[in-house]
Every structure is written in C-alpha cells, then in structure tokens.
C-alpha cells in the first residue's frame, strides 16, 4: 500500500502490483480509474497486465485511499491530478510510463499526454470521452434540477444504482458486480463526488488533441450512442498516432464487463510499442 506524501498536498496512495521477472526491469503500467471509483476497479485486469509490466492503480485524490483535499474548491481540480500523476510517476522514478486512462481516467490521460509527452509511453483509452456531453449530465441528474442536486439527495451509493442501470451495464449483468460497484462507489464522500461532477461537467480535452503525440490507443463499445460516435470522429481528427478497437458492447462501463478482453489489448499494444514479446511458452 505506497503512499506518496508532499509537503502541503495531499497524501495519495496507489497499489503497485509487480509479477515481472526482477531482472527485467520492465515499464510500469498506470491505470487510471474515473468518476467516483478507486484503483480497486482495475483488480480484474491486474493478472493479464502484471506479469509483464508493473502495474500501478492510483486512487485520484478525495478518493479510494487517497486523502481528501482540506479545500474542495480549491483543491479538486484537473490541473491538481495532472501534477498528482506527474508526482507518482516522478517517484516511480522519472521514467516514461504507460498510462491507460478509463472515463474521466481517459481525460486526464490526454491532457497529460499533450502536457507532459516525455512521461509517457503510449497511451490507452478506455471509454473516455472527449467531453461529459449535455445528454449524460440531464441523465445523471436522473429527474433532479441537475447531477449535483441528485447526489445531494440520493446519496453516493443510491446515485451510484441508479447510473448502474442508467448506463454502465446491460440488462443480465451479474447481480454481484452491480451490487459491489454501487457499494465501492457509495463509500465515496458525497461532497467529494458533487465537486467531481462540476469538473467533469466542465473539462474538454479537445484543445489537447492536436499535441498529442504519443501512439495512442481508444477501446470504445462498438454500438455507442451518436454523441460518442462523434467524439471518436474528434479523436481521430484530433490525434496523429491514434489506433480505435471496437468491443461489442453499447454500454459506458467495458473495463468491467470485459475485462480479459480489454486488457489483453492494452497488453499488446505496450508491448508492440516496446518491441518485446507479451507470451509465453
């Protein structure tokens, strides 16, 4: 359980999970989890990942095990997680690393990739948007004046359910991973996910495309709704080094649902970037 403490911010913990042969002295993987969640998301991608790479699941401040910023405000911000994930990986020791990014995870990816090229590797997006469209915010606020409002009411894990079943999963998902998800989620501090929201609400990577230039790979459901669709269409305009894979899914939530499947793409794609082989006799 590594925390990483700085004088005057906050303390910020990630598990690193390391199954690599010690001689190697192979790349460290970030995955980045988004709204509302933790490093805990990731646990069932870590056994096709960590053999080869060491894995590293940070909990964003004010989430997981990380601590919560004293001021919301003023402590909750994109440019806050930028320098937090420029401060893990400086002591992961400076080098370059992977990064996969889900969601809001994917987002501050590619403002980092565009910010900081010389820190990365490659970059994965799973799910992420470009921007939280309107149509998402009115249904986050399922039937309350807007999404902040519905988490003031219903609470972190009731809004949770209800996004469960809103978005994230389709009809026949395992009653136990629905239920684990919104429990996982709902232990996360209302105020936390209200001030979350407003930036989520707020961020566009957009005006970063253009400077990425790390080879960069999206996984998107292949039967997503138009708006994201044309979010792809912005990516791809928007990114040089851009690969799209498609999984046959309509739902937000694929790092869930189709873990094996996904991992193994980002596992491949590290290791054609590095030129080293992911298989074993």
């Given at each position: 359980?590594?925390?990483?403490?700085?004088?005057?911010?906050?303390?910020?913990?990630?598990?690193?999970?390391?199954?690599?042969?010690?001689?190697?002295?192979?790349?460290?993987?970030?995955?980045?989890?988004?709204?509302?969640?933790?490093?805990?998301?990731?646990?069932?991608?870590?056994?096709?990942?960590?053999?080869?790479?060491?894995?590293?699941?940070?909990?964003?401040?004010?989430?997981?095990?990380?601590?919560?910023?004293?001021?919301?405000?003023?402590?909750?911000?994109?440019?806050?997680?930028?320098?937090?994930?420029?401060?893990?990986?400086?002591?992961?020791?400076?080098?370059?690393?992977?990064?996969?990014?889900?969601?809001?995870?994917?987002?501050?990816?590619?403002?980092?990739?565009?910010?900081?090229?010389?820190?990365?590797?490659t970059?994965?997006?799973?799910?992420?948007?470009?921007?939280?469209?309107?149509?998402?915010?009115?249904?986050?606020?399922?039937?309350?004046?807007?999404?902040?409002?519905?988490?003031?009411?219903?609470?972190s894990?009731?809004?949770?359910?209800?996004?469960?079943?809103?978005?994230?999963?389709?009809?026949?998902?395992?009653?136990?991973?629905?239920?684990?998800?919104?429990?996982?989620?709902?232990?996360?501090?209302?105020?936390?996910?209200?001030?979350?929201?407003?930036?989520?609400?707020?961020?566009?990577?957009?005006?970063f495309?253009?400077?990425?230039?790390?080879?960069?790979?999206?996984?998107?459901?292949s039967?997503?709704?138009?708006?994201?669709?044309?979010?792809?269409?912005?990516?791809?305009?928007?990114?040089?080094?851009?690969?799209?894979?498609?999984?046959?899914?309509?739902?937000?939530?694929?790092?869930?649902?189709?873990?094996?499947?996904?991992?193994?793409q980002?596992?491949?794609?590290?290791?054609?970037?590095?030129?080293?082989?992911?298989?074993?006799?």
């Amino acid at each position: 359980m590594p925390l990483l403490k700085r004088t005057g911010q906050p303390t910020l913990h990630y598990a690193l999970d390391d199954f690599t042969d010690p001689w190697r002295n192979a790349p460290y993987l970030i995955l980045q989890h988004g709204y509302g969640r933790s490093g805990k998301f990731w646990y069932s991608w870590v056994p096709y990942l960590s053999r080869f790479y060491r894995v590293v699941r940070p909990d964003l401040r004010g989430l997981g095990h990380s601590e919560v910023p004293t001021d919301l405000e003023t402590g909750l911000n994109v440019a806050a997680y930028i320098d937090d994930l420029v401060a893990i990986i400086d002591a992961l020791g400076g080098g370059a690393v992977h990064y996969c990014g889900e969601s809001l995870g994917g987002i501050l990816g590619m403002v980092l990739a565009a910010e900081h090229p010389k820190k990365l590797r490659t970059l994965s997006l799973v799910a992420a948007p470009v921007l939280i469209n309107r149509d998402t915010q009115e249904t986050f606020a399922f039937g309350h004046p807007n999404w902040q409002e519905a988490l003031r009411v219903m609470g972190s894990r009731a809004w949770a359910e209800a996004a469960n079943s809103a978005t994230r999963f389709p009809a026949g998902t395992d009653p136990g991973l629905l239920s684990w998800y919104a429990d996982e989620m709902g232990a996360s501090s209302v105020d936390v996910l209200i001030r979350m929201s407003r930036i989520a609400s707020g961020v566009d990577a957009t005006p970063f495309l253009e400077r990425i230039r790390t080879p960069t790979l999206g996984l998107y459901p292949s039967h997503a709704p138009v708006t994201i669709q044309s979010q792809e269409q912005t990516l791809r305009r928007g990114i040089a080094a851009l690969k799209i894979v498609h999984v046959p899914s309509r739902h937000h939530t694929i790092q869930n649902s189709l873990p094996a499947t996904l991992a193994r793409q980002v596992l491949y794609f590290a290791a054609q970037n590095d030129g080293v082989s992911c298989e074993e006799p």
